[in-house]
């Protein structure tokens, strides 16, 4: 079975600074990643997803995450936060011919002004 | 309007009683699941179904059943709500096609006392 670690529960960030949030999947077979984003008092909301191909993935609101199978990880960033990036950021991993989700414990993220 | 609807948004329940919270949703998609989020956990799987006629369990189906009623409705009942049971629930929906995205609802937010 897949799981998904995310090593950072809370990441303080200062606003205009970058950010990197941590994940880390485990799977025996090939995967499609995901990292949804979750605004305080709302459901979640997909950022980015990578099926195939390209191994850099672009999402919404200047967020972009890189695949990389060599070290199993699929690591968020964005070069400059802003406060209304203020939220609850899920990695989450599904596998080729089973479509269930399996998410990360989360990271919260808090913009420092 | 929102295309995944859930009601109640909020409720209040007491240890024993039975209580069923509902899922809408207007995208036209076959796939449905229901998800509960505690802190530090992430979301959880409670289950799923595929089509009208397909229902299955999640990684944590003990204490909760599901209906489809229609393509658009899936509703999660808890069948004697014990204080464990108190979380977050989110209802998401998706489409049929690999690595599809999944559309997430407001949310109920659940306390059994």
């Known amino acids: 079975a897949q799981s998904v670690t995310q090593l950072d529960s809370q990441v303080p960030v200062f606003e205009e600074a970058p950010v990197e949030l941590r994940c880390n999947y485990s799977?025996?077979?090939?995967?499609?990643l995901f990292w949804y984003v979750q605004y305080p008092n709302q459901g979640l909301q997909l950022l980015l997803k990578?099926?195939?191909?390209?191994?850099l993935v672009k999402g919404i609101n200047g967020f972009e995450a890189e695949f990389n199978k060599s070290q199993t990880s699929f690591h968020l960033r964005k070069p400059s936060v802003h406060i209304s990036d203020t939220a609850e950021y899920f990695c989450?991993?599904?596998?080729?011919?089973?479509?269930?989700?399996?998410f990360g414990t989360g990271t919260r993220l808090t913009i420092i002004p | 309007d929102a295309d995944v609807t859930q009601t109640p948004r909020n409720r209040i329940t007491k240890t024993g009683k039975r209580i069923m919270l509902e899922c809408s949703q207007t995208?036209?998609?076959?796939?449905m699941y229901w998800y509960r989020q505690d802190p530090g956990l992430g979301l959880r799987l409670i289950y799923y179904?595929?089509?009208?006629?397909?229902?299955n369990k999640g990684e944590i189906s003990d204490g909760y059943s599901v209906s489809r009623q229609a393509q658009a409705k899936f509703s999660l009942s808890l069948e004697s709500a014990i204080p464990n049971q108190t979380a977050l629930y989110f209802c998401?929906?998706?489409?049929?096609?690999?690595?599809?995205?999944?559309?997430f609802g407001p949310g109920t937010r659940l306390l059994v006392l």
């Open positions: 998401a929906t998706s489409d049929w096609d690999l690595g599809e995205t999944q559309y």
């Open positions: 799977s025996s077979v090939s995967v499609y």
């Open positions: 990578y099926l195939s191909g390209s191994t």
């Open positions: 989450a991993v599904s596998v080729r011919g089973n479509e269930k989700l399996t």
């Open positions: 995208k036209g998609h076959d796939r």
């Open positions: 179904s595929f089509d009208v006629k397909d229902i």
